[in-house]
């Protein structure tokens, strides 16, 4: 065992892994890889997935099972890997041969590529640093070869001639192969060296048996089509055969949980759940789920295990129509884009200029895990994603921080809205956004909508929010309808919106179009409460009422705030604001 030649820290990361509570076994990705052994034209596979997929865990498990110098047969004896995998018996009693014969029959090269890198001034330094590394383990392995009488400045030459000395292949296994470009903390000169320097270690290489290559960011087009061409890349938007492995299946997460007693597949599914194969398997992020488990909290892992800072970087990018984009995703929508993959070479294209570069972003997006991509569509994973969105929105410097705001308002706002405390219902909105808004601009039903939307944010714990729902003779704005453990005796709130009329016009509405049919037929049974909001557009202004009723609408109370009384005896309200509206000359439009 030594520091790039069988390296010991692997093996010590391997059996860590075995000794812990949560272990999954993984080892089933042997079995493909055993296949592709010695042939030329396969034995090249990179797979790069977001921080804390369980990366390294697969390339310590490598490491373990093909080191020559790693006694690691019982080990394996006791995992997937040696009963093999297939359904078709004689497919089956192949793999079984394969783990029997290339079980500890290689000498294996562990390179991890970000690892001290940035205390050497250059990247020959670096690479050099490695080389006298690989002559320590020469030693140890092989004191009287030749290959020391006449040690090499150049690493690759190195391992060719220890190759012709002993006939001995090599798996080479690399993690964080991205690492160097996306820091920039190597001149573009260097870089381009880098990749340069990885084709010559790697392509075409006769001392190799097989590489595996790792990383957070694909290789991508341009450089898979010329400089690292050897290689068949999976990612996060294009991987058919190894996504099982990179991240916990629903079937583990149940074990997971059946071992634990204390959280349910339920606590743990809305939290760590959302991303999707290319098949719309659904795959847990296994930093998270493990941390949940260990401590039995549900809770943001995510940002415990590196900085968010990068996400508001790229939510505050001014690309046309991202903000607009992440206010959906963040309301829990779905975007259609068709997108392909982010690459090291997209690491420049920032411009607006770029073509496709609003799609070049949400590739990024997924590639670093922030969003999912599944059947031309993207959407944020989970809860605990969510909130780094959230959090990311919270920059003084960023025109998105009043929706912040409003969602950290918004546990405020239900509680006074179930309360009927229609004052402090007007005294939120207008608060909420009232640097945004001044009197004088257009703010549109649509954009209004988007206002109550984000000051009811976290409403969505208790209630299933349905929007322009097709209710009784046609669309309401918003009804909060109770979650099923809550259906017996919650609210039901009903909300609908105005722009320069009254928010008793808007009540009027909901019993026009009778948005409360059925409820009781559906199972709730708690009282309805019909809200009217109103936004004056002149005085940059809410009017809020609100109406009671219990489940056969019978009426229980009215409560309406002081500026809908004063402007419900507003004579032609309407026919003013008509004519103040149309003497407005271009009214600024709120973009929100």
């Known amino acids: 065992m030594g520091l790039v030649i069988d390296n010991i820290d692997m093996r010590e990361t391997f059996k860590g892994l075995l000794e812990e509570k949560y272990f999954i076994d993984k080892s089933n990705i042997i079995n493909d890889f055993n296949k592709l052994i010695n042939r030329n034209s396969e034995k090249y596979v990179c797979i790069t997935k977001p921080r804390r997929f369980g990366k390294t865990s697969i390339a310590a498990m490598l490491v373990m099972y093909y080191s020559k110098s790693i006694d690691s047969k019982e080990i394996f004896d006791k995992l997937k890997v040696s009963k093999g995998k297939s359904s078709d018996i004689i497919e089956k009693e192949n793999e079984i041969k394969q783990y029997k014969e290339y079980q500890g029959k290689y000498h294996t090269i562990y390179l991890d590529l970000s690892k001290n890198v940035f205390s050497f001034e250059t990247l020959d330094a670096f690479i050099s640093s490695i080389n006298n590394k690989l002559k320590i383990d020469i030693k140890k392995l092989y004191p009287n070869s030749e290959v020391l009488n006449e040690y090499d400045d150049d690493i690759v030459v190195n391992f060719q001639n220890l190759y012709l000395e002993t006939e001995k292949k090599f798996i080479l296994v690399i993690d964080e192969w991205d690492y160097i470009i996306t820091n ?21 290489n006769s001392f190799l048996a097989f590489a595996y290559m790792t990383g957070i960011t694909p290789i991508a087009k341009k450089l898979s089509q010329s400089t690292l061409n050897c290689f068949r890349e999976y990612t996060m938007l294009n991987d ?16 997971l949980c ?12 809305s939290w760590y759940n959302g991303y999707k194969s290319y098949d719309g398997k659904k795959i847990f992020n296994t930093w998270s789920v493990i941390h949940a488990l260990n401590s039995n909290i549900i809770e943001n892992y995510w940002s415990q295990s590196g900085s968010f800072n990068e996400l508001k970087r790229m939510i505050n990018y001014d690309i046309v129509g991202v903000k607009e984009d992440i206010l959906e995703l963040i309301n ?22 770029e073509e496709h570069v609003k799609e070049i972003f949400y590739s990024k997006m997924v590639t670093f895990g922030y969003l999912t991509y599944y059947d031309g569509k993207i959407s944020i994973p989970n809860e605990e994603l969510k909130e780094e969105f959230i959090k990311a929105l919270n920059d003084k410097k960023s025109d998105m921080q009043y929706f912040y705001n409003m969602i950290k308002n918004s546990d405020e706002m239900l509680e006074v809205t179930l309360h009927k405390n229609v004052k402090r219902m007007c005294e939120i909105l207008d608060k909420s956004h009232m640097e945004k808004i001044s009197p004088g601009d257009r703010l549109d039903h649509g954009n209004l909508k988007r206002v109550i939307d984000y000051s009811y944010f976290n409403a969505r714990a208790k209630y299933d929010i349905k929007e322009e729902s097709p209710d009784g003779h046609g669309r309401a704005d918003v009804i909060f309808l109770p979650k099923e453990k809550n259906k017996v005796n919650e609210e039901i709130i009903i909300i609908e919106l105005k722009v320069n009329s009254t928010a008793k016009k808007a009540i009027n509405q909901i019993h026009q179009k009778k948005y409360y049919n059925n409820l009781k037929e559906k199972g709730y049974n708690g009282n309805v409460l019909l809200i009217g909001i109103n936004y004056d557009q002149k005085e940059g202004k809410y009017s809020c009422m609100i109406e009671e009723y219990d489940i056969n609408m019978k009426k229980l109370s009215t409560s309406e705030s002081e500026a809908e009384r004063k402007r419900r005896n507003e004579p032609e309200s309407d026919g003013i ?16």
């Not at 920039?184 to 075409?204: A, G, P, Q």
């Not at 058919?240 to 074990?255: A, H, P, R, S």
């Not at 604001?577 to 929100?592: D, G, T």
């Open 184 to 204: 920039k903390e190597f001149s573009d000169k260097e870089r381009n060296n880098y990749i340069n320097f990885l084709k010559y270690l790697i392509k075409d």
């Open 240 to 255: 058919k055969k190894y996504f099982e492995y990179f991240g916990f299946t629903e079937e583990e997460v149940n074990k």
């Open 258 to 269: 059946s071992k634990n007693k204390k959280l349910t597949f339920k606590d743990l599914e």
């Open 332 to 353: 829990g929508n779905e975007i259609e884009i068709q997108l392909e993959n982010y690459g090291v070479e997209d690491i420049r294209k920032v411009s607006e200029e």
């Open 577 to 592: 604001y008509k004519r103040l509206r149309s003497s407005v000359v271009n009214p600024k439009k709120i973009n929100l």
